[in-house]
């Protein structure tokens, strides 16, 4: 209960600057485990009001700003921060999973910003990244504002495996993007515990593991960031063949069950856009 009541906390001071824009208020996370769309957060339950005020023209335009930056296998601008980067309230939301994480035997290797996403979101994306004493699991701890600046949390065991593939357990209630055929990724509840994400994380990776695939060891942060790097490129070669960027069923799931037809007026959007762009 602590934890829940801790995820309601309005935090303000994130926001970069104001934008009268499409709300994208997410993050792509892409330290460690880097690049599963935990809080993609674009802003889809909000789009009828949202719509009322801006158009779907720039609700596309937002949208695609962010899929531009999932969907593009250049690195990404990973700077290391200190600790005093975060916000006392993240730092407060962040106590508990870490405490529960060394007692399992997890060790911080550092605090990350994604200032790549920083930019394209308008709110710093900062990361924590430790690694566990086998020295092959890497989990990452975020904490940042959703819509409506309520404070938001997350978090995702990770391992790399030598044939070229990644294997992450995710705990998190918002909504998931695909990431790819050789990205395996295991959604669990929101409220799922550092042991009970790490328990099943380990499950699935004893079933994948084999002579002709082995975990990838993660020395130290600058081993991590490269692991990064590697994960951002394999989204974005899985994603590159989809149309606009994004699915239809995508978008829908990021969206609002009630108001199907803004889904699909925004998504037309998209893909006249890309079929404008391939003529």
């Known amino acids: 209960m602590r ?16 934008v009268e824009s499409f709300d994208v208020s997410g993050v792509l996370v892409v330290f460690g485990v880097a690049g599963v769309l935990l809080l993609i957060g674009l802003g889809l339950r909000r789009l009828q009001d949202r719509l009322l005020a801006i158009g779907v ?5 937002s949208i695609e700003g962010v899929l531009r930056l999932l969907n593009d ?48 979101t308008h709110a710093r994306a900062l990361m924590r990244g430790l690694v566990h004493a086998d020295g092959v699991t ?15 949390t997350a978090f995702e065991c990770g391992t790399e495996l030598s044939a070229g593939r990644f294997i992450e357990t995710v705990a998190t209630d918002s909504p998931l993007l695909g ?4 990205v ?21 990776v004893a079933s994948l593991v084999g002579d002709a695939s082995r975990p990838v060891p993660v020395g130290d942060i600058d081993a991590a960031i ?22 239809r069923d995508e978008l829908a799931r990021l969206g609002t069950d009630s108001e199907p037809q803004i889904v699909d007026r925004v998504y037309a ?11």
């Open 57 to 61: 023209s720039q609700a596309a335009d």
């Open 269 to 279: 959007e998209l893909q006249r856009r890309h079929r404008e762009r391939r003529r």
């Open 226 to 247: 490269q692991r990064a790097h590697r994960r951002l490129a394999l989204t974005a070669a899985g994603r590159a063949t989809i149309p606009g960027g994004i699915t």
């Open 138 to 152: 890497m989990l990452t701890l975020i904490a940042r504002p959703g819509p409506d600046g309520v404070l938001m």
């Open 179 to 182: 990431a790819g055929p050789d």
């Open 3 to 18: 934890g829940r009541r801790l995820q309601v906390a309005r935090v303000e001071r994130w926001r970069v600057e104001s």
């Open 184 to 204: 395996l990724v295991e959604q669990l509840p929101g409220k799922t515990t550092v042991a009970g994400a790490f328990d099943r994380h380990r499950v699935r």
């Open 73 to 120: 296998p250049s690195p990404h601008d990973l700077a290391v921060v200190n600790e005093d980067a975060w916000p006392p309230e993240a730092r407060a939301l962040l106590a508990g999973p870490l405490e529960e994480a060394t007692t399992l035997g997890f060790s911080v290797l550092g605090d990350v910003e994604d200032r790549s996403v920083s930019r394209a």
